[in-house]
C-alpha cells in the first residue's frame, strides 16, 4: 500500500452481533436480516435516517471467541455475499497469537474483506515492539487495509498514544484506530498525531459525539445494532458540525447506550434485538443470558429512547 491512505470508512459502523439459533448454531436468516436493518437505517424524531457506512464482522459484539473455524468462513461470506458491495465490511482477524492472526487476515482478505479489524494482543500484555512487531507481520501477509483495535477492558493492554502512533507511522496498511480506552486525553494525542489518511474512530458508544468533536472520524458501535438510525444521523450532524443538532441525538441515546453495558456486552443488545423480532436473544458460554434484573433496565432504557424520537416527532 502506497502512501497515499484512504479510509475504510467514514461515519458509523456497527460490530455487528452474532445471531444465534436456541439450538446453538449461526442464525444465518437473522444475520442477513440484519444487515439489511443496518444498511437501510432506522426511524427516528417522525423519519427514517439513512443506515450505517460500514459494517464489523467478529469484533467483540460478535462474541469472535467462541466462533467456530467454519462459522468463521460461514459469517464472512454471509456479510460478503448479502452485503453486496452496499457497504465496507471490515472482518475482525486479530487474536492474541500472530501466527493465526495473520492466517485469519490472509483468509478475510482472499474473501474479499474490505479491512481488518486487529486488536491489541490480549492476555500475552506485549510490549510496544511486539505490538508493532505483530501488526507488520500481518501488514506483511496481505495488502488489506487494517484497523487497530485498542480495547483494555478485555485485552488487559492499553496500546497507548505513543505505541499506537509508532505503528500508524511504521505500517502504511494501518488506516485506522478503534480506541476504546474511555481517555478522552489519549484519543485527542491519537487524532492530533496520526499521519494523514488515518482515521480515528470511537469504540464507545457514549464517547462517540466528543471524539467527533475533536477531530475523529466515526464510531464503531454497539448500540447501532439496535438502533441503526440515529445512531449514524448523529455521527452524520457531529461530523458536519451540527453540534446541537448531533448532541441532542447523544444525550437521547445515551440512557441506551448505558444500557448496552449493564451486563456483558453483547448481552443486553442481544436482548433489544429479540425484543424487536430480529434474532433470539441466545449468547455462548461463558456468556450467561441476562439476569432478570438487568434485563427489565435495558427494556426501559430502550424503551425511553423509542420515547424520546415519537416525542419529537409529534
Known amino acids: 500500500m502506497g502512501p497515499d491512505r484512504q479510509p475504510i470508512f467514514r461515519g458509523t459502523a456497527p460490530a455487528l452481533v452474532t445471531p444465534f439459533t436456541t439450538d446453538d448454531r449461526i442464525d444465518e436468516a437473522a444475520f442477513r436480516d440484519l444487515i439489511d436493518f443496518q444498511i437501510e437505517g432506522s426511524p427516528f424524531e417522525g423519519q427514517r435516517y439513512a443506515g450505517v457506512d ?21 459469517l464472512v461470506d454471509v456479510a460478503l455475499e448479502h452485503t453486496a458491495g452496499r457497504v465496507p465490511v471490515v472482518v475482525g482477524t486479530g487474536t492474541n497469537s500472530t501466527a493465526q492472526s495473520v492466517q485469519f487476515s490472509v483468509e478475510a482478505a482472499r474473501a474479499g474483506a474490505d479491512g481488518l479489524l486487529v486488536v491489541g494482543p490480549y492476555y500475552n500484555k506485549p510490549t510496544p515492539d511486539g ?27 492499553n496500546l497507548t498514544a505513543p505505541t499506537t502512533l509508532r505503528v500508524t507511522d511504521e505500517v502504511p496498511s494501518v488506516v485506522g484506530v478503534k480506541e476504546a480506552s474511555g481517555d478522552l486525553n489519549q484519543i485527542a494525542d491519537l487524532i492530533a498525531g496520526v499521519p494523514d489518511g488515518v482515521a480515528v474512530y470511537s469504540g464507545d458508544d457514549d464517547l462517540a459525539f466528543p471524539t467527533v468533536m475533536l477531530g475523529g472520524d466515526g464510531l464503531v458501535s454497539v ?10 444521523e448523529m455521527i452524520r450532524r457531529a461530523g458536519a458540525g451540527d453540534v446541537s443538532g448531533a448532541r441532542a441525538l447523544h444525550y437521547a441515546l445515551l440512557g441506551a447506550m448505558r444500557a448496552s453495558f449493564f451486563e456483558a456486552n453483547p448481552g443486553p443488545v442481544k436482548a433489544v434485538l429479540a425484543a424487536q423480532g430480529r434474532m433470539e436473544p441466545a449468547v455462548r458460554l461463558p456468556l450467561a443470558p441476562l439476569t432478570a434484573s438487568a434485563s427489565g433496565r435495558v427494556a426501559d432504557a430502550y424503551r425511553a429512547l423509542v420515547e424520546a424520537g415519537s416525542r419529537q416527532a409529534a
Open 223 to 232: 448500540i447501532a445494532n439496535a438502533a441503526p438510525g440515529p445512531v449514524s
Open 131 to 157: 505490538v508493532a512487531a505483530h501488526v507488520a507481520a500481518i501488514a506483511d501477509a496481505t495488502d488489506c487495509p487494517i484497523m487497530l483495535y485498542n480495547v483494555p477492558g478485555r485485552t488487559g493492554s
Open 54 to 74: 460500514a459494517l464489523v464482522v467478529l469484533g467483540t459484539t460478535g462474541e469472535n471467541p467462541t466462533v467456530t473455524l467454519a462459522e468463521r468462513r460461514q
